[in-house]
C-alpha cells in the first residue's frame, strides 16, 4: 500500500478509535458483574447498545474466542451466534494492546460480505480475564473527518500479468490503424486537452481507440474510436474552453508529453507503449508496455527522464 494511503487509513483508524474506546470500556465494565449469565448479559449488552456509536452488534466472547452471549443488534436478540466458536475471525487473530483496547483491521464479513470493524475489549476483574466485549462496525456508518485522502505522486511501477512478461519475446508490435495515422491523432490529442476541455485521456495505441472525460461532464466518459482519432472534425464535438488554472500539468508540456508518447510507442518492436494516460489535474502521465508493466510518474519526471532510461542505453 502506497505511504500516503496508509497515513490516511492510519489516522482515521487514531480518530475512530478515540470515538469508540471510552464507551466500550464503561460497557465492558458493567458486564462483569453479569458474566456468565447468558439473559442478564443480553439485556446488559441492550441497554448498552445505544450508547456505542455506531455499532450494529454486540455479542460477548470467552477467553477461547467462543461467544457467551446472543448478538444484540437494533433489530433485538438473535440467539444463533451463542456458542459460535469466532477464534478464527480476523480480529481474534490480532493481539490485543496492553491497555485493552483494539480496534481491528477492516475485513469482509462472512454472512452481509460487507467491509466491518470490528472493536475488542477485555472484561477482566482483579487482573483475571473473564473474556471480550466485541463491537462490530459497519464501515459506511463510521465518520471520517479527515481530508479526502489525496494520491501520491511519487513514481510507481506494478508489474503486469507474468505470463504476458513470459512471452514478450515472442512478440512484435503490429501496426495499428493509430499507427499509421499517428501525427494526426496526437494533434487531436491536444486540440482535446487544450482546447476542448478534456482533462483525462487514456490512449490505446495498440488497439486505435481513446477514453477520455471531460469538464463539462466529468462523470461520464466518452470512447473515441479507431476513425474519430484521427479525423479532425473530431474535435468540433466539443465546445472550446480555456485550459484550467488548476492544471497541475501546463498548457505548453501537452505537446512534450504527447511526443514522448510517440517516441515510446516505437520505441523497440518487442518492447513498446500500448496503453498512456493523461490527467491534468494531478499531473500524472501512465504508461502500460507489452511487457503488461505499467508506471505512474508526474508528467514532469516522465519529461525528464528521455529514451534512454526506459531502454537502459546511455545517450
Known amino acids: 500500500m502506497d505511504t500516503e494511503l496508509k497515513d490516511t487509513v492510519h489516522r482515521h483508524r487514531k480518530e ?20 456468565g449469565e447468558r439473559n442478564r448479559l443480553n439485556q446488559v449488552l441492550q441497554d448498552g447498545l445505544p450508547l456505542i456509536p455506531h455499532c450494529t452488534r454486540l455479542y460477548a466472547l470467552d477467553p477461547a474466542g467462543v461467544q457467551v452471549s446472543d448478538c444484540v443488534g437494533s433489530n433485538g436478540v438473535d440467539p444463533g451466534g451463542f456458542g459460535a466458536d469466532r477464534s478464527g475471525r480476523p480480529y481474534m487473530r490480532e493481539p490485543v494492546p496492553e491497555w485493552g483496547f483494539l480496534l481491528s483491521d477492516a475485513y469482509v464479513a462472512q454472512t452481509s460480505k460487507r467491509p466491518l470493524l470490528t472493536g475488542l475489549h477485555i472484561v477482566g476483574v482483579q487482573g483475571k480475564q473473564l473474556g471480550y466485549l466485541a463491537a462490530d462496525f459497519d464501515l459506511r456508518d463510521l465518520p471520517i473527518t479527515d481530508s479526502l485522502y489525496s494520491d501520491s505522486q511519487h513514481w510507481r511501477q506494478v508489474k503486469g500479468d507474468p505470463s504476458i512478461r513470459q512471452l514478450l519475446f515472442h512478440q512484435t508490435r503490429t501496426e495499428s490503424p493509430m499507427d499509421r495515422d499517428i501525427e494526426q491523432a496526437l494533434s487531436i490529442f491536444e486540440d482535446l486537452l487544450t482546447e476542448r476541455g478534456v482533462f483525462q485521456c487514456f490512449i490505446h495505441f495498440s488497439s486505435s481507440q481513446a477514453t477520455i472525460w471531460t469538464i463539462d461532464d466529468p462523470f461520464r466518459y466518452r470512447i473515441l474510436d479507431p476513425e474519430a482519432l484521427v479525423d479532425p472534425d473530431t474535435c468540433l464535438a466539443y465546445p472550446n474552453r480555456p485550459y484550467p488554472n488548476d492544471a497541475l500539468i501546463p498548457e505548453e508540456k501537452i505537446v512534450s508529453i504527447l511526443h514522448e508518447l510517440r517516441e515510446l510507442r516505437f520505441l523497440d518492436e518487442t518492447l513498446y507503449l500500448r496503453v498512456a494516460s493523461i490527467n491534468l489535474f494531478n499531473g500524472m502521465v501512465s504508461l502500460t508496455f507489452s511487457c503488461d508493466g505499467s508506471h505512474y510518474m508526474r508528467y514532469d519526471e516522465f519529461l525528464q527522464k528521455g529514451l534512454s532510461f526506459w531502454t537502459g542505453v546511455a545517450t
Open 16 to 35: 475512530i478509535a478515540a470515538l469508540l474506546h471510552p464507551p466500550l470500556t464503561h460497557l465492558s465494565e458493567r458486564c462483569i458483574p453479569v458474566w
